[in-house]
């Protein structure tokens, strides 16, 4: 690892095309209170600005992905500051499903509340065998309010994540795989390494092409299928403009490797 960048609650390492975000708030095995989510936001922001960051691990070491809220600080909020359009806080998850840089969650431990969403926010999800996920909102009599109604809706069907969502059931992550809301399961010793693999196997193909390949995949879902299908085609005709494309193609004749320059 090389280049590491410090936040107060957040540390940036880079190994090549790869950035780890590592969220360092484990004496509350990092609850999202406003420091961490300030600084999550501000790294990953200036991170999805870097050309040469190709994909991101999100996760909080081997103890804790993320446990929910704070609920001290949350008791503390009048409901306008609980709505993000006029609280002012910073929209990470919103921030994660737009950029179109892909980001790799790595869970570990306890990923609760809001930390599922943030999770399931990110573009493929790894998790450890020590993992435990769960939608707990209703059990301090709230629901989901960054996304999980709607996200564990889609990954895991209607039924499924009613029955979550309704009891705040904690799951393992054997379940986890099983009903699609991981994409692995890992030994925890392993869980950062197969997180930052995902990242270099990514970054050997054209940054256009993941980038239009997430930008379909998200906005597709919620459109007709005509006007999903219509959009796809804009976006792989648009891909015959860039040069990556064209390497693509020479590199297949040629039977050797392409070298993508993302221009």
């Known amino acids: 690892m090389t280049d590491i960048t410090e936040y107060d609650t957040v540390f940036i390492d880079r190994d090549g095309p790869c950035a780890v975000v590592t969220m360092n708030r484990l004496e509350k095995y990092n609850a999202l209170n406003t420091g961490l989510r300030t600084d999550l936001y501000a790294a990953l922001s200036s991170l999805m600005t870097e050309r040469t960051v190709r994909g991101i691990v999100l996760w909080g070491g081997t103890k804790a992905f993320v446990a929910g809220g704070d609920i001290p600080e949350m008791l503390a909020r009048r409901p306008i500051e609980a709505f993000v359009p006029t609280s002012g806080a910073p929209d990470l998850w919103a921030l994660i499903h737009h950029s179109t840089i892909p980001v790799i969650a790595a869970i570990a431990g306890p990923c609760f509340g809001g930390g599922l969403e943030l999770a399931m926010a990110c573009d493929l999800r790894v998790a450890a065998d020590n993992a435990l996920l769960g939608q707990t909102e209703t059990n301090v009599g709230l629901i989901p309010g960054r996304g999980g109604t709607q996200r564990l809706t889609r990954l895991v069907g209607a039924t499924r994540a009613k029955e979550m969502i309704f009891t705040g059931e904690i799951i393992k992550p054997d379940e986890a795989y099983r009903i ?84």
């Open 180 to 263: 699609g809301l991981v994409n692995k399961v890992v030994p925890a010793g392993e869980l950062l390494a197969e997180a930052k693999a995902y990242v270099h196997r990514i970054a050997e193909k054209s940054p256009h092409s993941i980038a239009m390949a997430k930008l379909m995949i998200n906005n597709g879902q919620d459109a007709t299928l005509d006007m999903a299908l219509m959009l796809e085609q804009l976006a792989f005709a648009t891909l015959f403009s860039t040069e990556d494309m064209h390497e693509g193609g020479a590199a297949f004749l040629d039977k050797r490797r392409p070298v993508y320059r993302g221009v």
